[in-house]
């Protein structure tokens, strides 16, 4: 184990060598867990990434490629040859080999199985059949089972022999046919009678994990729980394994990553991707926002010709839209929030929407004085001041309620709002702040 | 302990309740933890909260307190009674206090810390002598300490008598004066001699946390060590209590629930806040918002003459500034998300700059050409189509190396790239983009 310090200094010592062409690590870097070496690994430019994979053991390998972020384990996976690839199949944990197989093309995967135990083919098969966003597919096998007959004597005795996987605060009782019976804790165990089942002191936790449960409701209720981990069983009731509180932590930051990612317009991506790659990711999200811009100028072409007799409007109509735009985020970043948590529901949505509605009004208004009294002093016409007043107050009033409504939607039609949420909702301010300021000044203006 | 499930649905069952002007709490809610209140509190429109608190026992209400929200804690804080809030000194935990104390205004936190007990009042006044992003404030007391002429035998004694606290997978061994001398694991304890001192099978964990570490640093640690928990200890090696997975985990999603919020440009606010108190602080983000788009205003005002003479300028405009702008944001994303992990530093900024600036080349390149040739078509103007396409380019570009230097001089600064860095950057490609546009319009075509 390194500290923080220790892991950073080793980083940059290891990245400063490769890039002045040598290949050498330091000494802390044997203590270095899978998750250090995954974090060394993203911060190293990607054509350098090879030369220090090769000084890695064998052994080691598959650990360091699970504890990666999705597209930094693509990247690196698509580099190896594919022996190197299926000589994973001898040395990693089924949890790895999951995460591995997810991002390898369909026919490496299937190499890969092929090289795998009938017992481990089979695991991996179920832990496949649940989807990615499913809990099965995420199941820590790493698990201390005890058996229903076993007596509290047995148990102790098994204890001092070996070192309990990490976040285990009980122990798991299961029958002949793994179904799952209940747990023991471990300071249960030490007050019990040496001789006496472990059936007799198990207790049934009620929270156990289905497997085919929302991979975040399940990282919810480990968090909630204040236990390190809680079981997890399948349809039948049989014990698949377990989730612990830092499964959870994976799960959850994985999330915000994404979701960052997301408001950011940027997939979630590897620090050095190859140029391509990401220019191919990046390039979807830029064609969304041109037709979403064009959508703008579109607006703007119909009223040309009044633009062309008071260009004062052209110098002041990218304000009606930008505040739009920003009201209109405030209140959908927090309706995503709490469209995620859960804590939006039919009932409440009204009280927020006449909350946000009043928000908007009153910094509608603030911020319509002020651009007006500016906007008259730059350009002495009274009028201008009142039509942009206007439609500065329009545009963050339909903007609140966009910043609800949109999300609303997309969520009833099973879309999740934080991915297109806001480009919708950009698309919707600069439209209606366009039309209604050059609108407008259309009617009363010219 | 409930499913998720079964809050969600207790959630709901509640709200329409309140709503329909009955207080009334279904059974499961006796089985709610404090984090379960806090979520049910928080989507709870702001009004009707206090009729729900009034119905909680007395030493039920400062773990729900400190396990809201920071918005959440502090409106409802708001609404108590001096009393009230004197009464939790004696009701709450030290963590809790210190999170409650954190948003209480200075008056009623010396009311509350004076009804402390003497020891009290010197674990909360140390725990305040650290900032707010130091562990120090957030040390978690509940441990389990033994000293280090105990005997094995005295320690499983004790194992057997009571409870462990959560995440407890080691115990802390101390001197008389509390110094952190080493810690056992719990299958050391089994396997050892019964008449041994603990301090004999003590083993000193390296990855001790010092409590003057950043919050964040130390979160990462716990994460990464394997372990449920790690000692946290003072400048003079005294143990001041532990910092758990779980508490590693609620910094975790206070931190990007901040950053999130703030891409959104929001503060991390309560769902309900008060009206007035969200409409002034989303005011400060629209202030500063506005004179960013007044700085775009005032381009385009230096060539307005321009504008007038060709109005498709106009139409066309927005398109040129929100490339650019996407352009920047998915760079800086990307760049602040490597700031704030630590894998970006001095030494792969160039790498990384090579690859963005050319990612934006060759986006620029292609979405110019498809740009111009719309444009093309539109206004049947092949000199504007160039010099749109060139402003495309040379806005997406500058937009790439902004993304990039931006974060990194912010950083260099001490501001947080993640509040500020996106504010700038949008002014920057809005500028830029306005001034190559209409410039080159400017200079070529009229």
Same mark, same amino acid.
Not at 293 to 308: L, N, P, Y
């Given at each position: 184990m390194v500290s923080y310090e220790q892991r950073e200094s080793a980083f940059l010592w290891i990245l400063d060598q490769l890039q002045s062409g040598e290949v050498a690590v330091p000494l802390v870097a044997r203590d270095f867990s899978a998750e250090d070496w995954a974090f060394v690994f993203e911060g190293i430019p990607s054509d350098l990434r090879m030369d220090l994979w090769d000084t890695l053991a064998d052994e080691r390998k598959a650990p360091i490629l699970a504890a990666m972020r999705d597209d930094s384990r693509n990247q690196l996976l698509g580099r190896l040859p594919t022996e190197d690839i299926e000589l994973l199949a001898n040395t990693s944990s089924t949890e790895d080999l999951v995460e591995i197989i997810d991002v390898l093309p369909r026919k490496l995967a299937a190499g890969l199985i092929k090289k795998l135990s009938p017992q481990g083919r089979d695991v991996i098969g179920a832990a496949l059949t649940y989807d990615e966003d499913q809990l099965g597919r995420y199941v820590n096998y790493d698990v201390y089972t005890v058996d229903r007959s076993d007596t509290i004597g047995d148990i102790l005795d098994d204890l001092r022999a070996q070192e309990l996987p990490d976040y285990t605060? +009980? $122990?798991?009782?299961?029958?002949?046919?793994?179904?799952?019976?209940?747990?023991?804790?471990?300071?249960?165990?030490?007050?019990?009678?040496?001789?006496?089942?472990?059936?007799?002191?198990?207790?049934?936790?009620?929270?156990?994990?289905?497997?085919?449960?929302?991979?975040?409701?399940? +990282?919810?209720?480990?968090?909630?729980?204040?236990?390190?981990?809680?079981?997890?069983?399948?349809?039948?009731?049989?014990?698949?394994?377990?989730?612990?509180?830092?499964?959870?932590?994976?799960? $959850?930051?994985?999330?915000?990553?994404?979701?960052?990612?997301?408001m950011?317009?940027?997939?979630?991506?590897?620090?050095?991707?190859?140029?391509? &790659?990401?220019?191919?990711?990046?390039?979807?999200?830029?064609?969304?926002?041109?037709? &979403?811009?064009? /959508?703008? +100028?579109?607006?703007?072409?119909?009223?040309?010709?009044?633009?062309?007799?008071?260009?004062?409007?052209?110098?002041?109509?990218?304000?009606? /839209?930008?505040?739009?735009?920003? &009201?209109?985020?405030? @209140?959908? @970043?927090?309706?995503?929030?709490?469209? /995620? &948590?859960?804590?939006?529901?039919?009932?409440?949505?009204?009280?927020?929407?006449?909350?946000?509605?009043?928000?908007? $009004? $009153?910094?509608?208004?603030?911020w319509a004085i002020v651009v007006s009294v500016i906007a008259s002093i730059w350009f002495d016409n009274p009028l201008l001041s009142i039509i942009i007043a206007f439609a500065l107050v329009i545009n963050m009033l339909v903007a609140a309620f966009a910043g609800i409504g949109i999300p609303v939607l997309l969520d009833r039609m099973g879309i999740d709002p934080a991915l297109a949420g806001s480009v919708i909702l950009t698309t919707v301010t600069d439209v209606v702040g366009f039309f209604v300021f050059l609108g407008a000044a259309a009617l009363f203006l010219v």
């Open positions: 605060d +009980s $122990f798991l009782v299961v029958d002949e046919s793994q179904h799952y019976l209940g747990q023991v804790d471990i300071n249960q165990l030490l007050s019990a009678d040496e001789d006496a089942k472990v059936i007799e002191i198990a207790e049934y936790v009620e929270q156990v994990l289905n497997a085919d449960m929302d991979l975040l409701d399940a +990282s919810d209720a480990v968090k909630g729980s204040g236990r390190s981990m809680l079981p997890v069983i399948n349809k039948d009731g049989r014990l698949l394994g377990r989730f612990s509180i830092k499964d959870a932590l994976d799960v $959850f930051q994985e999330y915000y990553d994404a979701q960052v990612s997301h950011g317009k940027v997939s979630d991506e590897d620090l050095f991707a190859p140029v391509f &790659t990401s220019a191919r990711r990046r390039a979807v999200w830029l064609g969304i926002n041109l037709l &979403t811009a064009f /959508a703008a +100028s579109a607006v703007i072409g119909v009223f040309d010709q009044v633009v062309a007799q008071v260009v004062a409007l052209a110098v002041l109509m990218p304000i009606v /839209a930008s505040m739009g735009g920003i &009201t209109g985020s405030q @209140t959908l @970043t927090l309706t995503i929030r709490g469209l /995620a &948590t859960g804590q939006l529901a039919q009932s409440n949505l009204r009280a927020l929407g006449n909350k946000e509605v009043l928000v908007a $009004f $009153f910094n509608g208004v603030l």
